[in-house]
């Protein structure tokens, strides 16, 4: 049975991933911050009689907790074999408001987090030839108004995928961009509320403008994201490697 190593999986995306992956009885490790919800989480995913799942209370821009992390998880289930990563989304704002804090902090979340993530679980990869998903944002291929830490190392994490995936092909291991569009989440209902106050309109309204931009007309739910990352974590993908994803119901006009 695999093991994979989910961030960001208390909720969310993240959850919906690690749902998807224990039900096609895959092992899940889960990390956030937040010990109330994994522990709920894990209830859940464990009362579904497939893969098995535990949780390491873990704050991804710290490079320790990362590393007891990855201990964890091979003490838990043996070995690791798929990585997601995935981190909240950095804060809104613009050039004139966002300090040198702010950069330093999205960059930590959103860039480097999956830099150690990677590094720690490397050398479990290589033994069972496994596959990473790094999980970004629709803005790496349109700019998002009102984020530009989001449009700024969101591309990053592009880079990052396009040259490891040069870089382990070597060991087999496959690793791969998804990127979601407005996917039905906490994160995506938080922009809401920040934009509807901004243009002074309710949450209701602020929706069916972003729906009106969507050609399948409506927000994506998790389980439909995850339906995508799971295929590039399992054993049907065999040759899909450094590509970039986008699950965002046609929203993104660039080609």
């Known amino acids: 049975m695999k093991t994979a190593i989910v961030a960001a999986s208390s909720q969310g995306l993240g959850k919906a991933i690690a749902t998807k992956l224990v039900s096609q009885e895959v092992n899940v490790m889960l990390a956030s911050r937040d010990e109330q919800k994994l522990h709920a989480v894990a209830e859940q995913l464990n009362a579904l009689g497939k893969g098995k799942a535990a949780y390491v209370v873990t704050d991804v821009t710290n490079n320790a907790m990362i590393e007891q992390l990855v201990e964890k998880t091979v003490e838990t289930f043996g070995d690791i074999h798929l990585l997601v990563n995935n981190a909240g989304g950095p804060p809104t704002g613009t050039f004139a408001t966002l300090t040198d804090a702010d950069w330093q902090q999205a960059f930590e979340l959103n860039v480097l987090s999956y830099v150690r993530l990677i590094r720690a679980t490397l050398p479990h990869l290589k033994k069972t030839k496994g596959k990473i998903v790094n999980i970004a944002s629709s803005s790496i291929k349109e700019p998002i108004p009102g984020l530009l830490l989001s449009n700024t190392f969101r591309l990053g994490i592009v880079g990052l995928t396009k040259t490891l995936a040069q870089e382990f092909a070597p060991y087999g291991i496959l690793i791969n ?66 590509q970039s994803l986008l699950v965002d119901g046609g929203m993104v006009k660039a080609i």
């Open 177 to 242: 961009t998804v990127a979601p569009g407005r996917i039905a989440t906490e994160r995506v209902a938080y922009l809401d509320e920040q934009n509807a106050k901004k243009l002074g309109i309710g949450k209701e309204e602020m929706e069916a403008r972003m729906k009106a931009t969507i050609p399948l007309g409506r927000y994506g739910t998790p389980e439909e994201f995850a339906n995508v990352v799971a295929f590039l974590l399992s054993d049907e993908n065999t040759y899909m490697t450094g």
